[in-house]
């Protein structure tokens, strides 16, 4: 398995200097959380930026803070150092409203020792008067300060050209199609460690408190001569469960992951089982139009049952997971992790197939020739497909009024059958072929 390479530059410091903020400037989106409480974030956070013929990997870091203690300051520390390790280049944010803080001086030291190409900004320089700010922060010995201010777009352009001065690899065109994929379910199911297992690293922090990650964070990589995107989300929950706004932005990113993605890959903990919320999750990305696998995560710790008879179980709670791959695995012990790349490939692939157009004609005439269509007298015109993710089509029929639910039901059920479109969804369109409507 091997991940795509870019120029790597990391955005660090100590909390609350405004690092996320000038992530999402540089990037143009909010995709990173800003929120005044210090500590926001806690995972790195990458985007790819191209810039004046330039690429680049930008990854935004947690606030760096020697005096944390306790379990999750030790997993965030690693995080940080990581990123470091990983980088070529480093963006070092300070605050100049404050100036130089004890922290500062011990992250400088400790850049220092790294080795880096180092970029020493000052930001919420938000007018030029507060410029003579920058003057104090040469005192850190890392070079001359750039003043910025990431909330006023101020010194932006002036630190990026500067920054790609030094990114020697020009940026180039790949015509590689790349599959996204959404990893998302309920807090604490496992959904990092299922990132982590597939990457063999630890991408992201892992702990058992819920709710660890609040970013959605992207990951490239290639398995097998394919290109994934992974999207790794913050646990989706019921609006009436979040109290926190760092909780509501990370279910808000979450909602865009599926929106953004081609695959979702939902997670459920198997000793649990299915619980009202997978069930709200599955109708998110039904809704939205995405194909979809369910994976059974922490499988080792389910004992006598079978998996056909687990899977029974599910459809019995949610008839929609009949359509839909399941897959039953360990993300502890490996098992089965990478063998669903395969299954999120085959599902993608499908989502985008274009059905021969004689093919739609004979599954139209099957369709015909059935016993519940043809004793209602009932005749299909055409059957042409429309679009792909989700996959769409068109059957013309003169009255569609005729047509109750359950009838479509089973027209949907009869393509289904005859086509493979497990994982997938359909839209079928009940009246006259659409001008465009293609095969």
Not at 207 to 225: L, Q, V
Not at 288 to 295: D, F, N, P, R, V
Request: hydrophobic share 40%; glycine share 8%.
């Amino acid at each position: 398995m091997k991940k795509t390479n870019l120029p790597k530059v990391a955005i660090v410091g100590r909390p609350n200097v405004g690092k996320s903020s000038l992530f999402n400037r540089i990037v143009g989106t909010r995709k990173a959380i800003v929120e005044s409480q210090s500590g926001t974030t806690r995972d790195r956070v990458s985007a790819d930026i191209h810039w004046k013929g330039k690429a680049f990997t930008l990854t935004d870091t947690a606030g760096f803070d020697v005096e944390g203690h306790g379990e999750m300051a030790g997993l965030v520390l690693k995080q940080i150092r990581k990123g470091i390790e990983e980088a070529d280049m480093v963006l070092f944010v300070t605050d100049g409203t404050i100036g130089i803080m004890p922290q500062d001086r011990e992250i400088a030291q400790m850049l220092r020792k790294a080795s880096k190409k180092m970029f020493l900004v000052v930001n919420k320089i938000d007018r030029e008067s507060d410029a003579s700010k920058t003057a104090e922060f040469f005192e850190l010995g890392i070079g001359e300060p750039y003043g910025i201010s990431a909330m006023h777009a101020r010194g932006i352009e002036r630190l990026c050209n500067d920054l790609v001065k030094c990114v020697e690899k020009p940026e180039e065109a790949s015509g590689a199609e790349s599959a996204k994929v959404a990893i998302i379910g309920r807090p604490n199911v496992g959904k990092s460690s299922y990132l982590n297992s597939l990457l063999s690293e630890e991408r992201v922090i892992v702990h058992s408190m819920a709710g660890t990650t609040r970013d959605a964070i992207d990951t490239d990589f290639n398995y097998k001569d394919r290109n994934y995107l992974l999207i790794d989300t913050a646990g989706i929950r019921h609006n009436a469960k979040i109290s926190k706004a760092a909780d509501y932005y990370g279910s808000v990113r979450s909602g865009e992951a599926i929106s953004r993605s081609d695959v979702a890959v939902l997670l459920i903990d198997g000793y649990e089982g299915l619980t009202k919320d997978d069930a709200r999750i599955i109708d998110i990305v039904v809704q939205e139009g995405k194909a979809l696998i369910i994976a059974v995560n922490k499988w080792d710790l389910v004992k006598g049952m079978e998996m056909s008879k687990y899977k029974d179980r599910l459809i019995e709670n949610m008839k929609a997971i009949r359509h839909l791959p399941v897959l039953f695995m360990s993300c502890k012990s490996g098992r089965n992790v990478q063998d669903s790349l395969d299954v999120i490939w085959s599902v993608y692939e499908k989502s985008r197939m274009i059905i021969p157009k004689d093919k739609l004609i004979e599954a139209l005439n099957a369709l015909n020739d059935s016993h519940d269509i043809a004793n209602k007298r009932i005749q299909f015109k055409s059957f042409v497909q429309d679009g792909i993710s989700p996959l769409s089509f068109v059957l013309d029929i003169r009255n569609p009024g005729i047509l109750n639910e359950n009838l479509k039901r089973f027209i949907e059920n009869f393509f289904r059958k005859t086509f493979d479109f497990e994982g997938l969804p359909i839209r079928i369109h009940f009246g006259k072929k659409t001008k465009g409507g293609k095969a």
